[in-house]
């Protein structure tokens, strides 16, 4: 694990052994957290990724970081929606630079958000879609407000998208309000909901590491052929 400052965004990073296939992964924790929660992940990852966990903007207290204001007490305005917005712009800019400082392949780039990680997720892939082909929402959900005005009908886009069906930071309902948008834009998705609050149970982490590792089989086979 290495804590690098150089580019945009800061972030700690897993390289791969691999020189041709450096695919990258990219991981956006929640609100309250920091950029080593979801790096946990990475020894159960294939090794030709090249994963990058980056960390939010806005300090919380030590250790503790967000990538836009929650208002917990309003749903109406649970996101800060010109903080969110700005936060995609970043995230969006620093996935180019990333690319080019590691060398990387520009596509497919796979990314993970669990929470508000999951909501910047969807955003930034359907802005990003022609890089982006793979996205990881955990416990989050689509929000119409920050999504691009233009999304581009990409047919090898993929979702990965699971909730705890007892979860009381972010509703079950608000995840599968979501699941119609993707149905009429043709954008194929996994959805399963899980005996858990706002948190990933052991059947949950299985299940998308097991699809991360079949659908990365795929990818490579594909580009082998």
């Known amino acids: 694990m290495l804590l690098r400052n150089q580019l945009s965004i800061k972030h700690i990073i897993k390289e791969t052994g ?13 609100y309250g957290s920091n950029e080593k929660d979801l790096f946990s992940f990475q020894k159960d990852l294939p090794e030709n990724f090249f994963i990058i966990s980056i960390q939010g903007f806005y300090f919380i207290r030590t250790n503790k970081y967000s990538w836009y204001d929650i208002d917990f007490d309003n749903k109406n305005k649970f996101i800060n929606i010109i903080q969110a917005k700005k936060t995609i712009e970043k995230i969006s800019f620093f996935i180019h630079e990333a690319i080019e400082e590691y060398k990387l392949k520009k596509n497919p780039i796979w990314i993970c958000g669990f929470s508000q990680g999951a909501i910047l997720s969807y955003a930034i892939a359907l802005k990003n879609s022609d890089k982006i082909k ?33 979860d009381s930071i ?29 948190t990933l149970n052991h059947s949950n982490y299985q299940d998308f590491i097991n699809w991360i590792k079949e659908n990365n089989k795929i990818n490579q086979n594909m580009n082998h052929e």
């Not at 920050?146 to 705890?164: A, R």
């Open 18 to 30: 691999y020189e041709n296939e450096k695919t990258l992964f990219l991981m956006i924790h929640g």
């Open 170 to 198: 972010i509703p079950v309902n608000w995840s599968k309000k979501g699941l119609k948008f993707l149905k009429e834009k043709k954008i194929l998705f996994f959805y399963k909901e899980y005996e858990s609050g706002h």
């Open 134 to 166: 793979k996205v990881i929402a955990l416990s989050g959900y689509l929000e119409y407000r920050i999504l691009p005005k233009q999304i581009n009908h990409n047919y090898d886009l993929e979702f990965f998208i699971s909730h705890g069906k007892y």
